[in-house]
């Protein structure tokens, strides 16, 4: 029997004023996938993304978000889809001001939760998972290395335990080292949360090493939405732009060899 799916796009199109944005998109993700969103620059990622959190609406077409109609949803049922959905912004997006304990700790007090024990409980459990240790969480976030600050906030957007993931670029800015640690971190997690993730990457390594599915987005169109292998063997000239340089030739290589 098929898995229910988290997420649901339907014929999505978008305008911004009379620029088209997408044409007629349509895909599903099953829970517990990961979803790798790839695309040129301006060919839509950020505002699928933006419309899945509900920050954006499409113009047209229905998008299904963890089993509810987006669009029609009423206040409580956005505030309950928003508290099932974390969010990693590109540059992680804490709060300056606060301390990384009180950025963690955020959204637990913008919910009401302000049993103080609770609180330092539930944000030391969230910082023991993503490897930061006590000291870390007292600095500012400006004294931070950068894989730390992707930790930090990838702790924040897992605080109210979400089914759903959203990751934008999450390993953008990162060294290689700092890069494949956070991967191994997000699998970790991924296998012991079962949380469904979409995440706009043009992580070669990402996408071959973590994503059950890649969507790529061009000509404002979904030109392949399958898994890398099935999209690798597309023939749309952004596929072959971006999937079949000498880079990423050694990256998928080993893909082609393992799978035969
Ligand atoms: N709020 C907005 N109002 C008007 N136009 C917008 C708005 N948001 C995005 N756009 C336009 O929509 C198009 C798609 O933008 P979007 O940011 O979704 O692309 P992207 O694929 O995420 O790009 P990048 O990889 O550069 O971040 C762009 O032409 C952008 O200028």
């Known amino acids: 029997m098929n898995k229910p799916h988290a997420v649901e796009l339907e014929h999505i199109w978008t305008y911004f004023a009379d620029q088209l944005v997408h044409q007629d998109i349509s895909l599903c993700l099953e829970e517990g996938e990961i979803l790798g969103l790839v695309g040129a620059s301006g060919s839509g990622k950020t505002t699928l993304m933006r419309e899945i959190i509900g920050l954006e609406t499409p113009s047209k077409g229905t998008l299904k978000v963890l089993g509810e109609q987006v669009q029609e949803s009423c206040a409580t049922e956005c505030r309950k889809r928003r508290n099932q959905t974390g969010v990693l912004f590109q540059n992680g997006a804490l709060f300056s001001a606060l301390s990384v304990f009180d950025n963690i700790a955020f959204p637990l007090r913008e919910l009401g939760i302000n049993d103080e024990t609770l609180v330092k409980q539930m944000v030391c459990m969230k910082l023991a998972m993503v490897g930061l240790d006590s000291q870390a969480a007292m600095r500012s976030p400006s004294e931070l290395s950068g894989g730390m600050v992707k930790r930090a906030a990838l702790a924040r957007a897992l605080i109210l335990e979400p089914e759903l993931l959203l990751l934008d670029e999450p390993t953008s800015g990162l060294d290689p080292i700092a890069s494949e640690d956070f991967v191994t971190l997000l699998r970790q997690l991924h296998q012991e949360l079962n949380f469904t993730v979409v995440m706009i990457t043009h992580d070669l390594h990402i996408l071959r090493d973590l994503c059950s599915k890649v969507a790529v987005l061009a000509d404002h169109q979904l030109i392949a939405f399958d898994t890398l292998e099935k999209v690798l063997s597309c ?26």
């Open 235 to 260: 023939e749309h000239p952004f596929i072959k732009l971006f999937f079949h340089n000498h880079r990423a030739e050694r990256v998928f290589n080993a893909l082609e060899v393992n799978h035969g």
